[in-house]
């Protein structure tokens, strides 16, 4: 599979495992006010940065052999989710900064059975 279409495929596996638990940490835990569009285009925009930065901007300045690797671009990656959550829905940084790690952990055990799922159809 082309770098491209795992990117593409990527994030649709995140944001399938994302946006339900944004929606529901949004309207039903912190009930706050805003438009189901306006949490899904933030989380949109959130994941699809994270995961940009993660593809391609972060694997740039971290080398491949340094240990813990993955965890190192996944907390850069959850730094940036929570600042383009803090910028689109105008909550408290700590708050954003929980929900990104909370999305973050989530995206990571389970979107590569969702990617799997969407690669080959099985489970």
Do not use: C
């Not at 638990?21 to 009930?31: G, Q, R, Y």
Request: no cysteine; charged share 10%; glycine share 6%.
């Amino acid at each position: 599979m082309t770098p491209g279409f795992e990117f593409v495929f990527n994030v649709l596996a995140n944001l399938v495992v994302e946006l339900p638990i944004l929606f529901i940490i949004s309207k039903f835990i912190m009930k706050w006010g805003y438009e189901t569009d306006h949490v899904i285009f933030s989380g949109t925009i959130g994941t699809l940065m994270r995961l940009s930065y993660v593809f391609f901007v972060f694997p740039l300045f971290v080398a491949t052999n340094v240990p813990y690797y993955l965890y190192i671009l996944q907390t850069l990656g959850v730094l940036t989710e929570s600042v383009v959550l803090y910028n689109t829905l105008r909550i408290d940084y700590k708050k954003a900064l929980i929900i990104s790690i909370l999305l973050g952990v989530a995206s990571f055990l389970f979107s590569p059975k969702v990617f799997y799922f969407i690669t080959t159809g099985k489970f």
